[in-house]
């Protein structure tokens, strides 16, 4: 945790803390090492142009719960996440501003191309402006939502499995798409809301399982088959099952899967599916 607080010194004890801040920084170094090494103090000149204390409280995160219950998230741009719980979170509103966000930006950027240096000042202003409003919209949503799944797995004391996205917008980006569909899956925030939900994790005992994301939202939950996703729906195509929903919460609950398979002794037996009958079989 770290405490900020601002200065307001006069003009003269701003002289003296910016002679004396480097030595003050090396002081607390020595002190923090000698007396209490959770605590760390600093005197910060910002860029706003004043100063700052920071008081940093350090403290040792507790031991993860161990337990045979997960909790699967499925990520999407269509739905943000969805969980095995049956909890989901639309991002039909985080793409109407982006989008909104974007016509705006595109409209400033054609007025600084034609307009005079005034004119391209301000629209460089108001472009920085938008940028920091879209960023910290995002970020404001990631917050609420990994907030929600801690605070549901630490009710339910289970782990949380979520999906390893690593290079899936070099992925997705080498198949034929258009210039919006590109420019929604390039602002994709999937890693930020991952960091968010591994610091909560660790910060509540949380432990969080990464797995890879391969037939995920293709494979049937119930009988392990692979079925036919469209859109938001699935269907298994195994005649024996034959299970129809929405398609994110079996991605949800097939990740769930692979984090009881990993996190239990044994658990490679919950990803294998049963011989359809009426397969020849060998004989012995």
């Known amino acids: 945790m770290t405490i900020v607080v601002r200065l307001q010194p006069t003009e003269e004890q701003q002289g003296l803390l910016m002679e004396t801040a480097g030595s003050f920084a090396a002081a607390c170094n020595a002190i923090n090492a000698t007396v209490n090494p959770k605590l ?120 949380v499995a979520i999906e390893d996205l690593t290079g899936i917008r070099e992925r997705t980006n080498e198949k034929p798409r258009t210039k919006s569909e590109r420019r929604r899956s390039n602002s994709w925030a999937f890693y930020q809301l991952r960091i968010f939900l591994e610091y909560k994790g660790i910060k509540e005992g949380i432990e969080m399982i990464a797995i890879p994301p391969a037939y995920t939202s293709q494979t049937c939950h119930c009988c392990l088959h692979i079925g036919q996703r469209t859109n938001k729906q699935f269907k298994c195509t195994n005649l024996v099952c034959g299970w129809l929903g929405d398609a994110d919460f079996n991605g949800a609950k097939m990740i769930e899967l692979w984090g009881c398979a990993v996190n239990q002794p044994g658990g490679s037996e919950l990803l294998s599916c049963a011989i359809e009958p009426g397969l020849l079989k060998a004989h012995t």
């Open 40 to 159: 760390t103090n600093r005197v910060c000149l910002h860029r706003d142009g004043y100063w700052y204390v920071h008081i940093q409280l350090k403290s040792e995160p507790p031991k993860p719960i161990k337990s045979n219950i997960v909790i699967g998230v499925d990520l999407g741009r269509r739905e943000i996440a969805k969980t095995s719980t049956d909890k989901g979170w639309e991002g039909k509103q985080l793409n109407k501003t982006r989008d909104k966000y974007t016509r705006v930006r595109a409209s400033l950027q054609k007025k600084a191309t034609q307009g005079t240096r005034t004119t391209r000042r301000r629209c460089r202003t108001v472009l920085k402006r938008l940028s920091g409003r879209e960023r910290r919209f995002q970020k404001w949503i990631n917050h609420n939502i990994s907030k929600s799944i801690i605070e549901e797995a630490k009710a339910l004391k289970s782990a």
